[in-house]
């Protein structure tokens, strides 16, 4: 299923299980989503709208099914409708355990990570790869979502159809034919009528580019939030660059871009910056599998962005998580050198400090938004 972005994807798959069940043929079914925002959102649309009640298949869950079995059982056995994060199952451990079970049917919700990352994959594109290979073969029924099942590359979008049936590719790892096509559907905004009108759903949209200019005269606490940031983040910024730092220059440039989308944007990315903040000063260094998880798929949305133009609501809302976390790491590398007492630092008493002062300075601002009164 290869609908465009936003045409309920999930409710459709939602439609498929329940009819499987009502004929008898789903009664174990595994759905296999991103961790994060995702997952949540599995749950509840299944629960609240299909009365299906997933199990979250997690390390917890599993060791208290192992508790309450016999030992030797493997736990997925117990688990007749499971949700579980594509990043938990691809552990070599948790493929052990699938191996040694099957399911009715599957689902792979952005199916798209999961395509054939070829030689110079990373390590970790290779692992989601190897998951969907054994759940393909371990299910009666496979369903593929993503709103981006071609990425530009013919042998990525073969190595999808592959997962669905090894007919449909050659040898070589070419699609044959067109045969493919029973086994995708593909509608996009456009496809989308009215079955009276007979008129597109969904509204063309027609960009506009309208030129802003903010002046200290009239927008002066405007002028001011935004001299504020680049105080804070100019510095940092020079520094990740000179040392070639440039996962962490990211970071600092996310959050002047927010500065240039909105003032109630970027007020919201400083409000979680500030609560993540205080988070990590209280906690040991972050570990470092989890720094290179976490830029990893920072990594993975960028490209996406890049390639495609947008994101999903939800993983743009999952990427602003992601980049709020990111942000916070750097500043709160910035505020341990500030408690060393490093010279570099001596305008500057607390980083944490200055982030409450840039939110008072933003809710002043917000009412002088010079993008904000141009569309009004």
């Known amino acids: 299923l290869a609908d465009g972005v936003g045409l309920g994807k999930t409710i459709q798959a939602g439609l498929v299980l329940t009819e499987l069940m009502a004929r008898r043929l789903a009664h174990r079914v595994l759905v296999v989503s991103p961790a994060g925002l995702l997952l949540e959102q599995w749950k509840t649309e299944m629960l609240e709208r299909f009365g299906l009640r997933l199990d979250v298949v997690d390390r917890a869950r599993l060791e208290e099914i192992r508790r309450q079995s016999e030992l030797g059982d493997n736990p997925f056995d117990h688990i007749p409708l499971g949700l579980a994060s594509i990043d938990f199952l691809k552990q070599e451990r948790i493929l052990a355990q699938l191996e040694r079970t099957s399911y009715d049917v ?23 790869r190897r998951l969907a290979m054994l759940l393909a073969s371990r299910c009666d029924s496979l369903l593929l979502l993503t709103a981006t099942p ?11 159809l592959e997962l669905l049936d090894p007919s449909l590719v050659d040898a070589d790892g070419g699609i044959r034919g ?15 009528k009215d079955p009276e009108t007979g008129k597109c ?7 506009e580019p309208c030129p802003v200019l903010a002046s200290e005269s009239k927008h002066s606490h405007f002028v001011e939030f935004q001299r504020h940031l680049l105080e804070l983040v100019a510095p940092e910024l020079r520094r990740a660059l000179r040392s070639r730092r440039y996962s962490d220059v990211l970071a600092f440039i996310t959050l002047l871009k927010r500065s240039v989308s909105t003032v109630s944007a970027c007020r919201s990315t400083l409000s979680a910056v500030t609560d993540r903040l205080g988070r990590i000063l209280s906690k040991q260094a972050e570990a470092e599998d989890s720094r290179r998880q976490r830029l990893r798929s920072l990594r993975e949305y960028q490209r996406r962005l890049q390639r495609f133009g947008a994101l999903s609501p939800e993983e743009e809302e999952e990427r602003a998580l992601l980049e709020a976390e990111d942000i916070a790491q750097q500043l709160a590398s910035l505020q341990r ?3 060393s007492g ?6 500057l008493a607390s980083v944490t400090e200055a982030l409450d002062e840039l939110g008072e300075l933003a809710i002043g601002a917000e009412d002088e938004d010079p993008k904000l009164k141009q569309l009004a």
Request: with cysteine.
């Open 201 to 207: 759903k969904f509204k063309e949209r027609i960009v």
């Open 342 to 347: 490093s010279r570099r630092f001596a305008r």
């Open 178 to 192: 067109t045969r493919y096509r029973a086994n995708v559907i593909r509608r996009l905004k456009p496809h989308i």
């Open 337 to 339: 050198e500030i408690r």
């Open 150 to 160: 071609h990425d530009g590359y013919d042998r990525s979008f073969a190595s999808l």
């Open 106 to 128: 599957v689902v792979i919700d952005e199916a798209h990570h999961c395509t054939d990352p070829g030689r110079a994959a990373e390590w970790e594109d290779s692992q989601r």
